[in-house]
């Protein structure tokens, strides 16, 4: 009798322990008390808003006074000329604010100088406008009766120049028909693709030799180097392939007055019309 009273016993204590357990809305498998933890407090919640709402006002602020103008501007990233250029196209944003001041607003400022290429802005905070630039490079000298001018690997005019300048550059002789301005991109499509193909022998040269200019016509594309050798590459189609089997003809030697490689299977080199590799 008495251990079935004290089985009795245990029973109910075990179940008074797991109705202790159990809490009202929560699961047993406890997913339900990590949910009630997870919910932020009325407090919390109100605290969130109230910053949400002071960062909003002093963005607004900012933008409308003089709390945080442009009183700096640094340029970095080009020649000194080009650097003073900017600095004065960009003169009429002081005084403007920081929070206002894009890189859209700072790139339509400088549309009119040619050399300028990218441009990157930084604000530092409370007065300075960091303006960072990528400048075109010239990677030829376009000609057209007396006048010259530099342009970019982007068919870009850069400026007006002495006929004499960089003598490194490749010559590119223009029809006097064709319209050049200072500032606009070369609408001509064949002076276009002469300057393309001044590009692309800017650094290397072909077969260590600096090209002197480049001739670009229907399905004719001529690089004549220093010494009057050329090399033809026929059309405007596959010019690294052509230029690689050139550079290989050239470093072999032997070769006379120019490389043709019109037609990139059969290669001729010299004045006799022979069939070279």
């Known amino acids: 009798m008495a251990t079935a009273d004290a089985r009795t016993r245990t029973r109910a204590t075990r179940a008074s322990s797991r109705t ?18 997870l919910i932020p407090s009325g407090r919390s919640l109100l605290i969130g808003f109230a910053l949400v709402g002071m960062a909003t006002a002093l963005y607004l602020v900012g933008r409308d006074t003089s709390l945080l103008a442009v009183h700096d501007i640094r340029v970095t990233g080009a020649s000194a000329r080009v650097e003073r250029q900017v ?3 960009l003169q009429p944003l002081v005084g403007a604010s920081l929070l206002r001041v894009g890189t859209t607003d ?27 630039l990528t400048t075109a490079r010239r990677v030829a000298v376009l000609r057209q009766g007396r006048a010259a001018y530099v342009v970019s690997e982007r068919a870009r005019i850069l400026a007006a120049a002495p006929r004499d300048i960089s003598p490194a550059l490749p ?3 223009v029809p006097t028909a064709v319209e050049l301005s200072v500032g606009a991109t ?3 499509p064949l002076t276009a693709a002469a300057v393309h193909a001044a590009t692309a022998v800017f650094r290397a040269g072909i077969g260590g ?21 050329e090399v033809r590459l026929g059309s405007l189609q596959q010019v690294p392939l052509k230029l690689a089997i050139a550079r290989r003809i ?9 490389v043709d490689v019109s037609v990139p299977e059969r290669p001729v080199a010299g004045t006799n019309s022979q069939v070279v590799g």
């Open 171 to 173: 010559r590119i002789w």
């Open 250 to 258: 050239l470093a072999q030697g032997g070769v006379e007055r120019y």
């Open 106 to 132: 700072v790139a339509e400022r400088l549309v009119a100088i040619p050399d300028v290429e990218t441009v990157t802005i930084d604000r530092s905070f409370p007065h300075g406008l960091h303006v960072t």
């Open 87 to 89: 600095e004065r196209a």
């Open 20 to 37: 202790r357990r159990a809490r009202p809305g929560a699961s047993t498998g406890g997913t339900g008390f990590q949910l009630v933890r």
């Open 209 to 229: 030799l600096r090209v002197r200019s480049v001739q670009a016509g229907d399905d004719l594309l001529t690089y004549t180097l220093r010494d009057g050798f």
């Open 186 to 188: 070369v609408g001509d």
